[in-house]
């Protein structure tokens, strides 16, 4: 009994490291990659280089525009923005690798041969989504198409999945 017990809390010592090893992915991965299994971690980390499609996307005159307005109408425009920027990458194949202000890094994974079409779609879709909210509002947009790391980075306090690589800053000087 004491042999049987032991293994019991051993396999439920297992289950909860687990699974609590798994919810902490999914706050750190986008919502496209929670698939992955807790295990698989390593291998995440370790990466790849795949071709994709990159995306920045940027307000123009964003800091003068954000000096004149009050903080509540300033996080209205935005949470607006930024809902603009993941329905258009929602709907064309692209994930939201990061937002940084009023700017956004937007991939596109390329294994079925789409992403150079689901990024133009997504910059096509997010100018006139933009143009249509606020006339005022003027975005650039950035896009290239090539090989990059993509995987895990950073340590257990802090995960982010990225992609790295000239293709990536390329896009954002095409920005």
Do not use: C
């Not at 439920?12 to 090893?21: Q, V």
């Not at 692209?94 to 202000?101: E, H, S, T, Y």
């Not at 896009?143 to 257990?156: K, N, P, R, S």
Request: proline share 1%.
């Amino acid at each position: 009994l004491v042999v049987a017990s032991m293994r019991i809390r051993a396999l439920l010592w297992e289950s909860i490291t687990e699974a609590e090893t798994r919810g902490m992915l999914t706050r750190f991965l986008p919502a496209q990659l929670r698939y992955v299994e807790a295990r698989e971690l390593h291998v995440l980390r370790d990466g790849e280089q795949v071709r994709m499609a990159v995306a920045f996307v940027d307000i123009r005159g964003f800091t003068r525009l954000a000096e004149g307005m009050e903080p509540r109408n300033l996080s209205a425009l935005l949470t607006t923005y930024r809902g603009f920027v993941t329905a258009q990458a929602d709907a064309h194949g692209g994930i939201v690798d990061k937002f940084i202000g009023d700017g956004a890094m937007v991939v596109f994974d390329d294994r079925q041969g789409t992403a150079a079409a689901g990024a133009l779609a997504f910059a096509e879709g997010l100018l006139a989504d933009v143009a249509a909210w606020d006339s005022r509002i003027d975005i650039g947009v950035g896009v290239h198409i090539g090989d990059v790391f993509a995987g895990v980075v950073g340590d257990e306090g802090r995960l982010e999945y990225t992609v790295l690589g000239d293709v990536v800053n390329v896009a954002a000087r095409l920005e």
